[in-house]
């Protein structure tokens, strides 16, 4: 109880340790609890509800505080720019095709690998895993180079086959999936292969219903992290048409336009990820916290 | 498993049974194999051949043998690349690390509402950095009614130059980047602290263990290998920094925010030293790996506390 005692010095540090252990004085605790977290919110959230209202403001070249949250009028002028003057629209479908492909084959290409390396014993099981293993521990950015080279040797630079690639396997998507097959009970498959299921079969009709909610989590954090990408995809494109939406906007962000044509194209770039990230938040922290834990 | 160690009139037979039970396996993990052997293994394997060679991959190819590296020692602008990267790392990990869990606690109460408060606090982190750029890069205008500066005006700051500033830039960039990671690592945190089992907080307090002692005794030592992982990933993301720097800054001003992978873009597609650059990214990977050997030895990543 030394944190309590009367004489304690009231440094910031006791004070901190004092509140972050019990304290008799709830009531102020949760009052304290809310203030701070309140303001953290706001932080947070604010600058995206300022994006969002200057976007929607008529002819704002500057952004400047005092601001008025709601314009007047509201206007979709900025968007109206934004699609005439730069190739945004292009640049969102190139993101959705590339994310939507690269979500769908990684999820796919993991429950197979994981699958194997859960169930399968076949020669080179332990060598290939520990490759894999290697390679996630090798950090991206030391193989962007290398893989600019390799692409323009083969004449992919500006693909989409040079978008999608590394994308179309996931090695934490393996361990992951390999993960969940673990957790369910061999009897299944024991009990599949009496039915006459060959080892295809047993994946794809007995253990792979089983793991829809995983490879739900699986692919919305594929889609995310494919979507917001954006050393890879800024140097496997050159032609402004083949750039997804992050590297465009990086152009126009370069380019110092209005703020209300900026704050337009942030506003494009953020609905796609805000919506998924709406509508499979549990999916995602879930996710999130799967990959913390294992660490 | 054992085939290896039979009698030799057995052996080839098993071996070939176990090739036959093997085959079935390997469709199920061709295409990883394809995709690890093209994108990771032959760029990997290519990387040390290209650093050999001075060439911008169109005319030019000259073997220049360890040249490139040798090239590294005169490089000034890659030593202040470096030590801009490492002066990142400690702006960036430090803060990120204690936020992310002094948040994790404060939402970890069980209060109404502690819910939604996670989610607004994770949003920064679904939003890419092109967004980021675009929304901060105003916010962060040297003008003395943008955003940031307005509110400094109001406690009675000066106007700050902020980007523009090269003692403010990779500051700037850094809380940037904490603000948008600090929810992504709140979770983490959140998932170790529920972790933690009741019942050792019961025999604590029977102990005699309450407040600060309960959890130095027994929060804080359970939280130690979701530390070393966060302090790890947090260090590996940080000395990767690209984004933020490519859109806001373009490494400047007058080269304050050039970090080792800036350095690596720069030179590659800036001056076309192709060569060079593949040199350069491995000695980041040797940085990264050192650096994160180092951590976890001294963290002691994989003791188990339990």
Redesign the interface.
Known sequence: MSSLRPQAQRSPLTLLRVWIGFQPNQGLRTVITYLLMGVLAVSTVGPFIIMLSVSLTQNIRFLLFPIDLIPNPITLENFQLLFDRTLALRWTYNSFYVALVSTLGGVFTSTMAGYAFARGDFIGRNVLFYMFVGILIMPETALIIPQYIMLSDLGLVNSYTALIGPWFASIFGTFLMRQQFLSIPRDYDDAARIDGANIFDTWLRVLMPQLVPAMVTLGILRFMGNWNSFLYPLIVTTKAEMRTLPVGLGTVARSGGDAGLDMAGAVLGFVPTFVVFLLGQRYIIQGVSLSGLKG | MSSATLRPVGQRRALTK??L?????????V??????V???L???L??FQ?ATFKTD?LSHREFVGLGNFVKMAGDELLHLALKNTFLFALLYVPPLVVVSLL?A???N?K?RGMKF????????N??????L???????L?P?D???FN??LGLVGIPAQRFLLDIHQALASIASLGV?QSF??FM??W???LQ?IPQPLYDAGRVDGA??????RHVTIPLLR??A???VVITT?GA??E??AI???T?GGPVNATTTA?YH??SQ??NFTR?GY??AL??L??VI??VI?YVQNRYLK?DEEVY
């Open positions: 176990r090739i039970k093997s085959l079935p396996w390997y469709p199920f993990i295409i990883n194999l394809v995709v690890f093209v994108f990771n032959w760029p990997w290519s990387m290209t991959l948040v606690i404060l939402v109460q209060l408060f996670r989610s607004v606090y994770f949003l920064p679904v939003t890419n950095i092109a967004v750029a675009l929304v901060f890069r105003r916010f205008s003008r009614d943008a955003p307005y509110l603000w929810g992504f979770v983490i959140l998932a170790a972790a309450f407040g600060w002692r309960l959890h290998p979701t070393a992982f966060v590996i000395l990767q690209f984004g490519f859109i806001l373009g992978v690596i873009y590659a597609f192709f650059a593949s990214s491995i980041l990977f990264i790996l994160a990543f």
